[in-house]
């Protein structure tokens, strides 16, 4: 095991170990690692070292302040491959995605004792994102469920937009859709 975490988020090498730190908190194996690829047998391994690098820049901005701030846990995801991706949305194989996750620059968190709301809301006081989604949240459910989508582009890309959104279910309409701001389930 190595420990990476001196080295800058920029000048990261391309092919890391599974158990080197990237972080005081992390390793850099949480940052492809995936349930649904084990399970169907996904190979979610990064492709360039610029996805490396946006992944390692969100660990140390984003995920590691989370942990600094309420403990331990581990992300339900970050990097995610195309195969990954289109397994994940039930698309074709020619189907290619455009999410923030399959460039490294995206997390899906859920911290168990912490409301998922409550979390998205810290986020957005303390920490520089480009898109904060509080996803599925419905506290009927109880506190932690849905997840909070966490993007932060690296510096010398496009600057991050600090969009708040929320991804509830539309009674009207009968599916889930975007809505502005950050908010529970009606």
């Known amino acids: ?47 360039s070292v610029k996805q490396v690098r946006a992944a390692v820049y969100l660990c140390r901005n ?6 600094d701030e309420f403990g331990a846990f581990s992300p339900n995801s970050v990097y995610r491959c195309q195969a990954l991706e289109r397994a994940l949305k039930k698309k074709p194989a020619n189907w290619s995605s455009s999410s ?3 460039a ?10 912490i409301a998922t709301l409550d979390l998205a809301q810290w986020v957005a006081r303390n920490l520089e994102f480009d898109q904060l989604i509080c996803e599925c ?15 932060l582009r690296p510096p010398g890309t496009r600057d991050n937009r600090r969009q708040l959104l929320s991804y509830i279910f539309d009674h009207d309409r009968r599916s889930y859709v975007y809505v502005d701001g950050l908010r529970a389930m009606a």
């Open 104 to 113: 490294g620059e995206a997390c899906d968190v859920t911290i168990p004792g």
């Open 100 to 102: 923030q996750h399959t």
């Open 62 to 67: 984003v995920l590691q302040p989370m942990r």
């Open 137 to 151: 949240y419905d506290p009927a459910k109880g506190p932690s469920s849905g997840w909070v989508h966490v993007s």
């Open 1 to 47: 095991m190595a420990d990476l975490r001196r080295i800058r988020w920029d000048r990261f090498p391309r092919r890391p170990k599974p158990e080197d730190r990237v972080s005081a908190n992390f390793w850099f194996g949480e940052l492809t690692r995936s349930d649904l690829a084990d399970r169907l047998s996904i190979r979610n391994s990064f492709t």
